[in-house]
């Protein structure tokens, strides 16, 4: 294999330059660990377990509590001169405060009480669907996080390998033009060619170290970035290592991306489910134990009381047949918007398909240019070592060499680009 058409694939081998070699895996992996979607998850999980162990004890188990009150309504007696002050009446027909029938002095209370659900086991089966759906919902947003991380860093991957292979490209012409200098330094010295034509080639020389420059700072710039997604917080120089995507097959079963659309409906349905739990029975059975009395306390009026109690809503303005038709409506988007993302994704991965068709015809023909421009390199070089041709026309090819390397090496990560963004949607 020649020298340029070695060079012009050098990119696809790697160079340790720095002291770490990194790669996709890495930092796929680093973008994972760091995301808060993932992590926000994770914990969603938990408190979804939280909130059915919650709900349950609340169907399931007794309600304790201690109670106690104390209500004094004193009066103002009449019934005789000069006129008392009395906390609990005995019996006063003149007088000024509350009806004695109605508070007798006052009210004493100090119990324990106990309130117990007896229906509330038939209720707990629509939570814990909901519960169960809302954990899968949480993995699947966790699924999709992921594959979307892969797509983004394999994104910012390949602009850093693009800038990585430039980086190369560039060095290799710069090589080119040094070995030239050195040989038209002595056709100058020896007269054949002046020293104009030497000057002018120094010039391309400079433009060419002043290019590599912005590559490397087009590298660099473009490994914060893929750093800042990773949320990597180091200065540590690394290089990354060289990769190549390939097309995943079609997937025949369901996309992972229309689970989302699933699970949304699914929980539609279980939050209707329990919004009907409302209009069912409910049964109680409670319990108190302690002081209760009214008018003077004394020690006679411990005692306790149990009881149940019962109730059922048949009416509330019709709003249990409007959430049902909010859930209905609710449905109909989710379907919608399910129906428009699945002819979005055909649409995509069609356009992907064609455009790496167009391109797998243009490599075809630029690889056959470059081939044509190494042969022609190699004349050039001869006839400039014997002065048969003008530095002008050599800095010419040089110029149309190089872009033509360029306009390789963009093709090659273009496809690498369609290539990343067809497996994203092919999920």
């Not at 201690?66 to 005789?80: K, N, Q, T, V």
């Not at 069609?350 to 022609?376: F, G, H, P, V």
Request: glycine share 4%.
């Amino acid at each position: 294999m020649s020298k340029l058409l070695l060079s012009i694939i050098l990119y696809l081998t790697p160079i340790s330059i720095f002291s770490q070699q990194r790669d996709l895996k890495f930092f796929i992996e680093q973008a994972k660990k760091s995301s808060p979607t993932i992590q926000k998850n994770k914990n969603d999980n938990k408190i979804v377990k939280l909130d059915l162990l919650q709900t349950e004890q609340v169907l399931k188990c007794p309600i304790l509590s201690l109670e106690s009150g104390l209500l004094f309504a004193p009066i103002i007696s009449r019934d005789a001169y000069p006129y008392t002050f009395d906390v609990a009446s005995d019996g006063s027909s003149n007088y000024t405060g509350y009806d004695l029938g109605l508070t007798n002095g006052g009210q004493y209370q100090a119990y324990l009480s106990v309130k117990q659900p007896l229906l509330g086991k038939m209720n707990l089966k629509p939570y814990t669907q909901k519960a169960d759906i809302s954990r899968k919902q949480n993995e699947n947003s966790t699924s999709l996080t992921v594959h979307e991380l892969e797509q983004l860093v394999s994104y910012q991957y390949i602009l850093c390998l693009k800038s990585k292979a430039q980086i190369k490209n560039g060095k290799t012409i710069l090589q080119l033009v040094d070995e030239q200098l050195s040989i038209m330094h002595k056709l100058v010295d020896n007269a054949v060619y002046k020293q104009s034509d030497l000057m002018l080639l120094e010039i391309e020389k400079q433009n060419k170290v002043l290019e590599n420059k912005s590559f490397d700072g087009e590298y660099k710039a473009n490994l914060y970035g893929l750093n800042l997604l990773c949320g990597i917080n180091e200065s540590t120089e690394f290089d990354i290592q060289e990769t190549v995507l390939t097309l995943k097959p079609e997937t025949t079963t369901t996309s992972q991306f229309l689970t989302s659309y699933k699970l949304d409906s699914l929980g539609i349905v279980a939050d209707q489910t329990i919004s009907e739990l409302k209009y069912k029975p409910q049964l109680n059975a409670f319990a108190n134990a302690g002081y209760n009395a009214t008018g003077i306390p004394t020690l006679d009026h411990f005692g306790f009381c149990v009881g149940m109690n019962f109730s059922w809503t048949l009416y509330d303005g019709n709003q249990r047949k409007l959430e049902r038709e909010k859930s209905y409506v609710n449905l109909q988007t989710q379907q919608f918007e399910k129906e428009h993302f699945i002819t979005q994704k055909e649409i995509n991965l069609n356009k992907i398909k064609d455009q790496l068709k167009a391109l797998t015809e243009r490599a075809m023909i630029l690889e056959n240019q470059l081939s044509q421009y190494e042969k022609l390199y190699k004349v050039f070089e001869n006839e400039l070592a014997h002065g048969l041709v003008s530095v002008m026309d050599f800095k010419n090819l040089l110029k149309d060499l190089t872009a033509k390397r360029q306009e390789f090496l963009l093709q090659t990560m273009e496809k690498q680009l369609l290539v990343n963004s067809y497996n994203y949607w092919n999920y």
